[in-house]
């Protein structure tokens, strides 16, 4: 909002946006920083941020905990924990104690540092807080007020880099996907709680945001694509997955690995649905990976790198054969630990490659056709979903172009939403059908049809 010198700006931006594109990779998640938690009542006084309307003269809203107390749902994650369906996940799971002093659920709904690391005004009842996103304030809570002091003297000051896109993806996963610590099993699933899925652009505007994307915000922060979000917040997602089937703690319970990893429409669907279409190479009656992220990342590197499809495909077919058929070894396990490491070294070296890459209007429009020709492959709920979200995250920044056909874009977008509305009455034939037709949009508006 505040308006400056704007050569000025550009040069700090320029310079700073740099900065966090080469630190991001050691940061701290706000959970496991080892600094003082000062608790959300510090920030919330109407001078700071629990102002009622947003301020004209600040270069942020300054109603940010209002946002967050009346329209964000991770001011009630704490709550959630007292209601009956926690009460009752706890009793199926025979937990020692109650939800709400079970660290593995706290773990998720509220901020939960160390305890050494709880300060005077820190509440567990807070919930999913200021500081469980923007990390424990001890020091830069006193730095970000000081007139003069840049985004990266805060994040110096142990504020957590949430704008930069590598950093926030692995911050909404961590209760989002979960990672080797926060963990949410088959058996929380099937003794109540909601399966998890997450797309990091969507995820943002349904927050909702307590934050402006204005020329100020830019300036201060760097203009991040909401494609460029997108494309990340697969490659983190899956990282997050193969992450955590090839740590031993949690990949095998019983004789199966761990069922949370794996689509859950691939058992939980009613015989004879005709839900298998061969994907990646895959074989019908195999158990499948949850890697709706592979398929979204399929899309981006046959167009941002082509060169390197080949060896995403060989990667992606030897983890699906160590984890079914083919496997005939002494050691499977071993087998499917080390054909995960490999295709996680691979993702890994994807992404700061991801963060370079210029996301130019042409390169989108490629994308946005490689995801648009994959649709067969989409036939089951959670690839459907991430393909759907995939749509409204590049439509954001792409499909307006396409203002001739705004009506029947508008259309099909509902209307794969409401094929989306129902995991158990999911058609895929339905949803692949209406998601196809994006491909006669595009063309039509170019004069190609
Ligand atoms: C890996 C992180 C994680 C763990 C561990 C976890 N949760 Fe959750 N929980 C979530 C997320 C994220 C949601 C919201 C899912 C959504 O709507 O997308 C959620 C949603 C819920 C809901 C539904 C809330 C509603 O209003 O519909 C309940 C109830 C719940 N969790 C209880 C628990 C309990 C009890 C535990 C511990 C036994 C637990 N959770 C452990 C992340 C987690
Ligand atoms: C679930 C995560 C999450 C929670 C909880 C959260 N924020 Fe944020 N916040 C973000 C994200 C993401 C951004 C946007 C990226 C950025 O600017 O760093 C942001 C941006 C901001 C900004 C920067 C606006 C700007 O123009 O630079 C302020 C100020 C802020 N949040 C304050 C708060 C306060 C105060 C609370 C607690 C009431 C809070 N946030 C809770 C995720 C969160
Ligand atoms: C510390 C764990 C944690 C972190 C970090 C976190 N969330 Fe959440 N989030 C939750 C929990 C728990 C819920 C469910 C709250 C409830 O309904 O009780 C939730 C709910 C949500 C919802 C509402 C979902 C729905 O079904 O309506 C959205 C949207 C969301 N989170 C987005 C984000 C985004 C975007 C980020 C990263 C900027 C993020 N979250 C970071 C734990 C977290
Ligand atoms: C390898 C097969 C397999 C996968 C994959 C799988 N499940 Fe299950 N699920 C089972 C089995 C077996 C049971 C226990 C038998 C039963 O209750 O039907 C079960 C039980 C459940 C139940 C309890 C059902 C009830 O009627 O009480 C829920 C809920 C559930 N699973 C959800 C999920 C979710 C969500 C996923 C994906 C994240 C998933 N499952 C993935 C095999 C699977």
Same mark, same amino acid.
């Given at each position: 909002?505040?308006?400056?010198?704007?050569?000025?700006?550009?040069?700090?931006?320029?310079?700073?946006?740099?900065?966090?594109?080469?630190?991001?990779?050691?940061?701290?998640?706000?959970?496991?920083?080892?600094?003082?938690?000062?608790?959300?009542?510090?920030?919330?006084?109407?001078?700071?941020?629990?102002?009622?309307?947003?301020?004209?003269?600040?270069?942020?809203?300054?109603?940010?905990?209002?946002?967050?107390?009346?329209?964000?749902?991770?001011?009630?994650?704490?709550?959630?924990?007292?209601?009956?369906?926690?009460?009752?996940?706890?009793?199926?799971?025979?937990?020692?104690?109650?939800?709400?002093?079970?660290?593995?659920?706290?773990?998720?709904?509220?901020?939960?540092?160390?305890?050494?690391?709880?300060?005077?005004?820190?509440?567990?009842?807070?919930?999913?807080?200021?500081?469980?996103?923007?990390?424990?304030?001890?020091?830069?809570?006193?730095?970000?007020?000081?007139?003069?002091?840049?985004?990266?003297?805060?994040?110096?000051?142990?504020?957590?880099?949430?704008?930069?896109?590598?950093?926030?993806?692995?911050?909404?996963?961590?209760?989002?996907?979960?990672?080797?610590?926060?963990?949410?099993?088959?058996?929380?699933?099937? !003794?109540? @709680?909601?399966? /998890?899925?997450?797309?990091?652009? #969507?995820?943002?505007?349904? %927050?909702? +945001?307590?934050? &402006?994307?204005?020329?100020?915000?830019?300036?201060?922060?760097?203009?991040?694509?909401?494609?460029?979000?997108?494309?990340?917040?697969?490659?983190?997602?899956?990282?997050?997955?193969?992450?955590?089937?090839?740590?031993?703690?949690?990949?095998?319970?019983?004789?199966?690995?761990?069922?949370?990893?794996?689509?859950?429409? !691939?058992? @939980?669907?009613? /015989?004879?649905?005709?839900?298998? #279409?061969?994907?990646?190479? %895959?074989? +019908?009656?195999? &158990?499948?990976?949850?890697?709706?992220?592979?398929?979204?990342?399929?899309?981006?590197?046959?167009?941002?790198?082509?060169?390197?499809?080949?060896?995403?495909?060989?990667?992606?077919?030897?983890?699906?054969?160590?984890?079914?058929?083919?496997?005939?070894?002494?050691?499977?396990?071993?087998?499917?630990?080390?054909?995960?490491?490999?295709?996680?070294?691979?993702?890994?070296?994807?992404?700061?490659?991801?963060?370079?890459?210029?996301?130019?209007?042409?390169?989108?429009?490629?994308?946005?056709?490689?995801?648009?020709?994959?649709?067969?492959?989409?036939?089951?709920?959670?690839?459907?979903?991430?393909?759907?979200?995939?749509?409204?995250?590049?439509?954001?920044?792409?499909?307006?172009?396409?203002?001739?056909?705004?009506?029947?874009?508008?259309?099909?977008?509902?209307?794969?939403?409401?094929?989306?509305?129902?995991?158990?009455?999911?058609?895929?034939?339905?949803?692949?059908?209406?998601?196809?037709?994006?491909?006669?949009?595009?063309?039509?508006?170019?004069?190609?049809?």
């Amino acid at each position: 909002m505040k308006k400056g010198s704007i050569a000025s700006k550009i040069w700090i931006g320029a310079f700073s946006f740099f900065l966090w594109v080469n630190s991001s990779a050691e940061t701290l998640l706000p959970q496991n920083m080892k600094s003082m938690s000062v608790g959300n009542v510090d920030c919330a006084s109407s001078t700071c941020h629990g102002s009622v309307v947003p301020w004209n003269q600040s270069s942020v809203l300054q109603n940010e905990y209002l946002t967050w107390k009346n329209a964000d749902r991770h001011s009630q994650s704490y709550q959630g924990l007292l209601s009956q369906k926690s009460i009752q996940i706890a009793k199926k799971l025979s937990l020692p104690q109650p939800a709400h002093l079970t660290t593995q659920c706290l773990n998720c709904h509220t901020h939960n540092p160390d305890k050494k690391f709880q300060g005077a005004n820190f509440s567990l009842q807070d919930g999913v807080g200021c500081e469980s996103c923007h990390g424990n304030a001890e020091k830069w809570g006193v730095s970000h007020t000081k007139k003069g002091v840049t985004h990266q003297e805060n994040i110096k000051n142990g504020l957590y880099p949430t704008s930069q896109p590598v950093a926030l993806a692995k911050l909404c996963n961590s209760c989002h996907v979960g990672n080797t610590t926060n963990f949410a099993s088959h058996r929380l699933m099937a !003794a109540g @709680h909601p399966r /998890l899925s997450i797309e990091i652009n #969507t995820f943002l505007k349904i %927050q909702p +945001p307590h934050y &402006l994307v204005d020329e100020d915000y830019k300036f201060r922060k760097g203009d991040i694509s909401p494609v460029k979000k997108w494309a990340i917040g697969q490659a983190e997602t899956i990282t997050a997955r193969l992450e955590m089937l090839s740590d031993p703690k949690r990949n095998h319970q019983g004789i199966f690995p761990e069922l949370a990893l794996f689509e859950c429409s !691939a058992c @939980h669907h009613p /015989l004879g649905s005709q839900q298998r #279409t061969s994907k990646i190479n %895959q074989a +019908p009656g195999v &158990l499948r990976l949850n890697d709706s992220g592979l398929l979204m990342l399929r899309a981006i590197i046959q167009v941002a790198f082509p060169d390197k499809l080949g060896q995403f495909n060989s990667l992606v077919t030897g983890l699906d054969q160590s984890l079914s058929e083919k496997n005939t070894l002494a050691n499977p396990l071993e087998n499917i630990q080390d054909n995960t490491k490999k295709l996680l070294l691979f993702i890994q070296q994807m992404v700061p490659a991801l963060e370079a890459y210029p996301f130019r209007p042409e390169k989108i429009r490629e994308i946005f056709l490689a995801l648009v020709k994959g649709s067969p492959d989409y036939s089951n709920y959670a690839d459907a979903e991430q393909a759907y979200m995939a749509l409204s995250s590049i439509g954001e920044v792409y499909l307006q172009n396409y203002s001739k056909n705004a009506i029947q874009i508008k259309n099909s977008m509902a209307q794969l939403s409401k094929e989306l509305a129902n995991k158990d009455q999911f058609q895929s034939q339905n949803f692949i059908k209406e998601y196809s037709k994006f491909t006669q949009f595009l063309q039509v508006q170019n004069g190609v049809q």
